[in-house]
């Protein structure tokens, strides 16, 4: 996978607000890693895919509930989530600089 599509998925994270947009916008961008992940073990895919599940249900229960902001749990889930999704990135992409 190209590194610019690391870089870009982590730049996310590191700028992540705790936003509902924000996480909309993650959520995509982490769909668009996961078409091209071709080359990840198939543990490394089923924990990518299991962690970007968690927030697209945190995404869709705040949207569920017409909710304009996530709640402050969902942003601490969120957030933890997203710490497990970027240091994973961060292996791969070291990996590719390699």
Known sequence: MALQAYNLVLGGIASFDGSLQQL???IKDLDAMWTSCVDWSEEER???RSDWGLLEQI????LDKES??????????S??????I????????LNERT
């Open 46 to 48: 089923r924990e990518f």
């Open 24 to 26: 909309g916008n993650l």
């Open 68 to 77: 304009a902001k996530l709640s402050s749990q969902d942003i601490l889930d």
């Open 79 to 84: 957030r933890a989530t997203l710490k497990k």
């Open 59 to 62: 995404y869709a229960e705040a």
């Open 86 to 93: 970027k240091s994973s990135l961060e292996a791969k992409a």
